[in-house]
């Protein structure tokens, strides 16, 4: 899919060169700390947030197509699952790293020893991939894009909530300080800024020992946010469980709430109004048919048909909604085969005239 492509492309650019505008090259000062964790925040909040938004509306579309595979035992959970996890692993890959590895440079983070951009990149893509199976396991509870879309919101609202930017984890109540621990972005803010902060001394232009060089110390921005010291190995594995976690209860839930085709994102208004549209488009072919003066015996045998359609759908021997929904298929069909025909014979008329 050459847009999807172009339009991930050109959304990664676009907010990595917004961002890194806007926190271009951060000073080495006490207000600096504060501009670091404002950057750390909009980096793992912003990009992964925005493709959670499309990964729903993506899913809404290709698990209505599972749905129909699915019911006809053409497909099974496990392997569509995996076969979305591979089609969409460059999206979820390469896209994040140039997004990361951009904002980290143009924000001028920390580069004196090298692994410290490839945690940070590595956050991001999992983040990112944390987004994507929760996209997923929206989805999969309904497929409805407007209740998908609300159910991701508020799951990602939470986390923002918990992030420990917008409120300090301290100053949290008792009762509610236990979700942080289901948040990823709380997670990710904890290993990125103790891979920023760890250890972090900036100059200091008051007299060595002086209680204002504190501020100066990256170790006391960590005190300050309730984060710890070389915190990153645990906020690491975290993430990864969050995405197997995520990835199994999809699974679950598809094999466990199957949903039936007829009602993949589509009212009965909407189906009555197609099937409509249908008959009002057989009944224009035939009259003009008629009008040609051929093509009434095809007609009277498309007539004959729906009525019988009709007949076998009013018994009582078919009330079965499997029969009923293969009789509608098969007048549907009918009706679509008279259509064809239909034109064909005008269209040869036509030419011979």
Known sequence: DKRKLVGAVAESLSIALVIGAIYFQ?????????????FIYVATALQPYLSGVYFVFRFTKEFAVFDR??????????????????????????????????????????????WRIFRFVGTI???????????????????????????????????????????????IPIYLRWFRHLSPLWYAMRLLNSNEFSGLEFPCPLPAGSAECQLYSGDNQLTRLGFEKDD???????????????????????????????WNGDSPVKRQQRHRGVRDSTASVEEEMERQGYGSSHSSRSSRSRSSSRTRTGSRGFSSPLLQRQIREHDFHARREAV??????VSVAKTKR
């Open 340 to 345: 064809c025909v239909g034109l064909n014979q």
């Open 69 to 114: 595979e699915y019911a006809d035992k053409m497909a099974g959970v496990l392997p569509f699952t995996i076969s979305v996890a591979m089609s969409w692993l460059p999206f979820n890959v390469v896209f994040p790293l140039v997004y990361s590895t951009l904002i980290y440079l143009f924000a001028g983070l920390r580069l004196d020893e090298w």
């Open 232 to 262: 990153m190995v645990w906020p690491a594995v975290a993430i990864s469980l969050f995405i197997v976690a995520l990835g199994i209860l999809v699974n679950v839930v598809l094999f466990l709430l199957p949903v039936r085709p007829d």
């Open 26 to 38: 951060i000073p080495k000062t006490p207000e600096g700390f504060t501009d670091r964790t404002a």
């Open 125 to 171: 893509v999992g983040l990112h991939l944390v987004l994507f199976t929760q996209a997923q396991l929206c989805v999969a509870i309904t497929r409805r894009q407007k209740r998908a879309s609300l159910l991701n919101n508020t799951l990602f609202m939470l986390y923002l909530l918990s992030g420990g930017l917008l409120v300090q984890i301290d100053s």
